[in-house]
């Protein structure tokens, strides 16, 4: 209504409707409730985009975060740990296939990501990264940044063109959506598969190339991530790599899948207070459930729920890891340490 009312000219810009527009986490979780089948999310992001065409938005936090991609090609301006580098050396020079790393695995839960190395080694998979990788520029065009976003996104079409990639592996959902429908806009590659990480590793264990044989004694709750559900409608694969792991118990909770709790990730610049609070609603039906434990495939999930998560919940978990341990590949399940904020 605000939005139309905005359009008609019967109401005017103020910080109050800025703050609606931008508070909106993009998450989908109306629309699957909405009766009338509106799609907020477009309509939210035609308004950023006209706001941003108008000078008016984003927020001067968000276009922090478009100078720290032209700057450092990473929206968190941060460098790679020694550990990340020394993995990288590693690697062979050129592969038809591609782990793009992603912003918050690969500057700041580097384990996420050497484990990942470690699970396609163990699949026998040839692949590499891109060593000056850029940011997807997802999170810009979700701002209305659309045309800076696809400036962002073109550099990255050009790099996979020059190492005749064939197949991208994804550890973040907002990367596999913008490689799966954005990236083949662009027609700058040839097409290109896509698979996020849990995807390639339902498939791996389908086929009897990773065994897992430790047991993971622990009652479990798979938090959706937004754009790996809602968006991309990935629910099955990650439930299923649990289901493989003798000992867990995963527990659904009362509002899972598609109508799963939205994290607030993508709202927490600069609203941390609404995504503290959006995740407090997420625990306290995790609570309710008596779980051990939440686990994710997303690393920007796993930041948000281990960054707030209460002392009732022994410990926040991504699905690769929980496989690890399970493979022998990891001598222990721990949380893993380091923050945005």
Request: net charge positive; hydrophobic share 35%; charged share 30%.
């Amino acid at each position: 209504m605000a939005v139309q009312l905005l359009k008609e000219g019967k109401i005017t810009l103020d910080d109050k409707l800025i703050d609606r527009v931008y508070t909106c986490a993009l998450c989908k979780s109306c629309e699957e409730i909405c009766p009338g089948l509106v799609k907020v999310t477009d309509i939210i992001r035609e308004v950023r985009v006209q706001l941003a065409d108008e000078k008016k938005g984003p927020l001067p936090e968000h276009l922090q975060m478009l100078e720290n991609i032209n700057k450092t090609n990473n929206i968190l301006a941060k460098t790679r740990s020694k550990e990340i580098e020394e993995a990288i050396k590693k690697l062979p020079q050129k592969a038809d296939t591609i782990l793009y790393m992603g912003c918050v695995a690969q500057y700041v839960y580097p384990k996420q990501l050497t484990t990942m190395f470690k699970l396609l080694e163990k699949m026998n998979i040839k692949f590499t990264v891109l060593k000056d990788e850029v940011c997807c520029g997802n999170y810009l065009a979700e701002l209305g940044l659309k045309k800076e976003a696809e400036e962002v996104l073109l550099k990255t079409a050009k790099n996979l063109k020059d190492h005749n990639v064939k197949t991208i592996i994804t550890l973040c959902p907002m990367c596999y959506n913008t490689f799966k429908h954005d990236l083949q806009r662009l027609k700058v590659t040839s097409k290109i598969e896509v698979k996020h990480s849990t995807q390639l590793l339902e498939e791996a264990l389908n086929k009897g190339l990773l065994k897992p044989y430790r047991p993971v004694n622990m009652r479990l709750a798979y938090k959706d991530p937004c754009h790996l559900g809602r968006y991309a409608e990935v629910y099955d694969a990650p439930r299923n790599i649990l289901k493989m792991i003798k000992g867990v118990e995963l527990v659904e909770l009362d509002r899972s899948k598609e109508f799963s709790k939205c994290c607030g990730g993508t709202i927490r610049v600069p609203y941390s207070d609404l995504r503290n609070d959006l995740c407090k609603s997420f625990f306290k039906d995790v609570i309710v459930s008596k779980v051990d434990g939440v686990v994710t495939s997303c690393p920007t999930c796993f930041h948000n729920l281990y960054s707030t998560a209460p002392y009732d919940i022994k410990g926040v978990f991504d699905v690769q890891d929980i496989l690890a341990y399970s493979l022998g590949m990891i001598d222990e399940i721990e949380n893993l340490t380091g923050y945005l904020e």
